[in-house]
């Protein structure tokens, strides 16, 4: 299959190779073996039930025991919550809990846990009422002995009045008012009881109406609050007393006060009994509460055991509820004597799984082992790349775009550089990027314990990508020395500044300009030019060709590696009609333009470059005169041109054509394979897994497919070379931003020598540069750095059409929950 | 001059630093491969950019005109 099988391979580059795997695994080990392939992480099952509907499957029964389990664990969990506990991260881990064991463990609990409530709310619910009735009976009872005392007052004094008079005629009145008519006498009913205060007001109207005004309703207020036997919340509440006459009133009344939901409580009229009754009922409230409060310590003691186990349990639910999905995916074997795995593996995965697999038939007591069985097939197998926490960031970056197709080229490598690399030829300022790396060396520092903890969305972020960003703020750091600017400030920092004036006066500093006296600043961009009139100008046209130059190279790497994958896969065709017309187009003409930028800064001509390459195409053959940069130059243009105009038809034409014959070819001695296939001992997996014979050969589509792919890249490389000149842009954002921050914000505040206003400006400095530099920027630069990987890199040579490795993993099991 | 001595010092620099993660991470030679690729990456690519700006530097067509009251 590929070249470079005797040249040691590079990590990272291509994915791990993979392999078919079938195992046959004994009913007894099944279980055990699914687990301990769980606990090593190297295994993708494939579902050969996938028919299958949910209920069909061979474990469904399982899985619902374990769906009832996560249920009752769900209810610990609430129960928990709800009386403030949490579960202990982490218990003691103790292998092999029965899963039945723990099954009759859990009802016990849950049922225990319901009875306790129930029983606590029956008590909650009496203790509620009985103190209603206490405060009812104190308050009417303070309302009846008041008012008797007022009415024994009244009659005392009306005896005395009538004493007073004592004439002999007043007798007669004296004993006809004495006789009263039981019959005429009315008796007077009353009800007390508790009404919620925002409601008396309602109450009472509505019982005035309902009664047409013949009762008497006395309401005193409850100073703090009660809990409410019904409800069971706090609610301030009103004593009440309606005296009514008559049965229909009565009912009257009762209904409405079941409307109200306020609570009627008996009232005796008797003072001792009074006395007799509250004494009761404090002894019984007495009672209660300690039976409450046992209730209530049981319970937390039953949680906190709970809480103990709690992750174990979950965990262990959770594993087994996989385990059960991932053996419903095994197909049962006619004997039923074992079960048929068929799943991908890292090659390099084999030992681990073998020793595995002989290690589960050993546990559990199997007389027969696992059968490893590796297939042949034509299947495009999972891509599967061996990351570190450094590595996985950016290979996470690449992923988001496509995930690479089985063995080919991963631009993850050179991203790992290139990446930071764009992002700070964008951001170039070494002290925003050394801002930025103190910022991500507290992440990576507090490493261990923000990995264990619960982030938010954002921060999750940002932890994900902090060796990315760390990458960024070192390459930050570099071009900020390069485009020398710190805050947007130059430092002279390796050596004496190029530049100096005319003359010992320096009087046509502001119009000539300065001339350059001493070697060229040996680091970076010379310090003299910020704040100069021709700094745009210079840097302009200095950042303007690196974008070029840096794009050229990053578009040539993409179309080498495009090479490297064709050679992997022998696909000679790739090479030789695809890749080289690449090749030669690109160079021939932005590889060209690379070197005449490169020769007019060595020579120093005044050549313009525009001239030169909108002329080589308008008229190759004219003489060019000034904008000669070297001898031969007029040939090279038109050896170049016809390179470039040759490059096209060969991208183009041959291949469709060479496809087609290929086909043929294949297609012709097709009718010899087959008799080859039936005369061999027929493993019916591989009959299955290879590919049907009849491969779609259609010409027009593979030819109108050749012919987007020319096209693209012709006119893709115009527009990719000029979509590198972002790198310009962003750059020249970044420094004019930070510019005027310095000179508008800080040197302002400094100039006014205030120290309020000084330190309203340097506040004011850092949150601008903090807001806009080092947040928008950021994320600014690296949108575009992403851009210019994804599309102008990657589509030279990355067809990113595979799918990822998913082993059965429980360690993937916690993360996805999570 | 001064371009093929900052060349030279690149690029012992970049030897430097490959023999410090051979030494410092030496796992295998599929891994150490990775390394290698990466170091030269970034040598390069840090290299380039140095060479572009010193380039453009060395023979300037536009010299630095002071603004008024510097």
């Known amino acids: ?818 | 001059m001064g371009f093929l001595v900052t060349t030279l010092i690149f690029s012992v620099i970049a030897v430097i630093a490959s023999l410090c993660t051979r030494i410092c991470c030496n796992r295998g030679p599929s891994a150490n491969l990775l390394h290698l690729t990466l170091v030269i990456t970034a040598t390069v690519c840090c290299w380039m950019m140095w060479a572009i700006v010193y380039l453009a530097q060395m023979k300037p067509l536009i010299v630095p005109i002071l603004s008024e009251g510097e």
């Not at chain 1, 996985?392 to 063995?407: L, R, W």
């Not at chain 1, 183009?652 to 054509?657: A, G, I, N």
């Not at chain 1, 949150?767 to 575009?784: N, Q, R, W, Y």
């Open chain 1, 1 to 818: 299959m590929g070249g470079g099988t005797h040249r040691p391979t590079m990590d990272l580059l291509r994915s791990e190779p993979m392999q078919l795997v079938q195992l046959i695994i004994p009913i007894e080990s099944a279980h055990r073996s699914i687990s301990y392939l769980g606990d090593l992480g190297f295994f993708q099952f494939k579902d050969l039930n996938s028919e299958k509907s949910p209920f069909q499957r061979t474990y469904a029964t399982q899985i619902k025991r374990c769906g009832e389990m996560a249920r009752k664990l769900r209810f610990f969990k609430e129960q928990m919550t709800k009386a403030g506990l949490s579960p202990w991260t982490r218990s003691a881990m103790s292998d092999d809990v029965d899963l039945d064991n723990l099954e009759v463990k859990h009802g016990e609990l849950e049922a225990e846990l319901l009875e306790m409530n129930a029983n606590h709310e029956k008590l909650q619910h009496s203790y509620n009422e009985l103190i209603e009735y206490k405060l009812v009976v104190q308050k009417a009872g303070e309302f009846f002995h008041s008012a008797q005392s007022i009415a024994a007052a009244k009659q005392r004094e009306v005896e005395a009045q009538q004493r007073g008079e004592g004439s002999i005629d007043s007798p007669l009145l004296l004993e006809q008012e004495m006789v009263t008519d039981p019959s005429k006498q009315v008796k007077l009913g009353f009800v007390t009881g508790l009404v919620p205060r925002e409601k008396s007001l309602a109450f009472e109207r509505i019982l005035f109406r309902a009664t047409r005004g013949n009762v008497f309703l006395k309401q005193s207020v409850l100073e703090g609050s009660v809990t409410d036997p019904a409800s069971g919340e706090k609610a301030e509440k009103n004593v009440f007393v309606v005296f009514y006459s008559g049965e229909r009133a009565r009912n009257k009344i009762v209904k409405i006060c079941e409307a109200f939901g306020a609570n009627r409580y008996p009232f005796i009229e008797d003072l001792s009994k009074q006395f007799q009754i509250i004494t009761e009922v404090s002894g019984r409230l007495e009672e209660l509460k300690t039976t409450i409060d046992v209730g209530l310590v049981h319970q937390t003691n039953l949680l906190q055991t709970i809480a103990y186990h709690f992750e174990q349990w979950s965990h262990l639910v959770k594993k087994e509820k996989s385990i059960y999905h991932t053996l419903s995916m095994l197909s049962i074997d006619v004997t039923k004597k074992c079960l048929v795995a068929e799943g991908w593996c890292p090659v390099f995965a084999t030992n681990k799984i073998q020793n595995v697999l002989q290690r589960a038939t050993v546990d559990s007591n199997s007389q027969i082992g696992t059968i490893f069985h590796i297939l042949q097939t034509k299947e495009s197998p999972p891509t599967y790349f061996q990351t570190n926490k450094f590595s996985s960031a950016f290979q996470e970056i690449v992923d988001a775009y496509g995930i690479a197709k089985y063995q080919e080229a991963n631009p993850g490598v050179f991203t790992i550089i290139t990446f930071p690399f764009l992002f700070a030829v964008m951001f170039g300022d070494w002290g925003h990027g050394i801002c930025l790396f103190l910022a991500t060396s507290y992440f990576i520092i507090k490493e261990k314990k923000f990995s264990s903890q619960k982030l938010g969305d954002i921060t999750e972020m940002i932890f994900g990508g902090r060796y990315v960003i760390m990458m960024m703020a070192l390459f930050s750091i570099y071009t900020g020395l390069i485009y020398n600017e710190f805050f947007s400030v130059p430092f002279e920092l390796f050596g004496p500044s190029a530049y100096g004036c005319r003359d010992p006066a320096c009087r046509d500093a502001s119009t000539a300009g300065l001339v350059k006296v001493r070697a060229t600043y040996p680091f970076g961009v010379d310090p003299k030019w910020h704040g100069t009139r021709s700094e745009l100008p210079f840097l302009n046209s200095l950042k303007m060709k690196m974008s070029i130059l840096l794009g050229v190279a990053q578009m040539n790497l993409g179309i080498i590696l495009s090479y490297f994958n064709a050679k992997f896969s022998g696909n000679e065709l790739n090479i030789r009609y695809q890749f080289l017309p690449q090749m030669i187009f690109l160079n021939s003409l932005f590889g060209y333009l690379s070197l005449l930028i490169v020769v007019k800064w060595c020579i120093g001509s005044q050549a313009d470059l525009y001239h030169v390459m909108i002329y080589m195409f308008l008229s190759p053959t004219d003489d060019l005169g000034e904008n000669q940069l070297f001898f031969g130059q007029k040939f090279l243009q038109i050896v170049l041109l016809l390179a470039a105009l040759v490059a096209v038809p060969w991208m183009l034409f041959p291949k469709p054509f060479l496809l087609k014959k290929q086909h043929e070819e294949r297609h012709r001695g097709q009718s010899y394979a087959l008799l080859e296939n039936s005369l061999d001992e027929s493993d019916e997996m591989e009959v299955r897994h290879g590919s049907s014979s009849h491969e779609e050969f259609e010409f027009s589509e593979i030819f109108v497919h050749q012919l987007i792919h020319t096209i693209e890249f012709v006119l893709g490389a115009v527009s990719n070379t000029a979509s590198y000149l972002r790198l310009w842009a962003l750059s020249l954002a970044h420094s004019e931003l930070s510019s005027v921050f310095y000179d508008k914000v800080l040197l302002l505040a400094w100039g006014f020598n205030n120290i309020f206003i000084l330190i309203i400006g340097i506040f004011v400095f850092i949150c601008a540069t903090v807001g806009v530099l080092l947040v928008m920027e950021t994320l600014s630069a690296f949108l575009h750095a992403l851009r210019l990987h994804w599309v102008e890199f990657q589509n030279k040579f990355y067809e990113g059409d595979g799918y990822k490795f998913q082993p059965f993993s429980f360690a993937s099991l916690d993360a996805e929950d999570e």
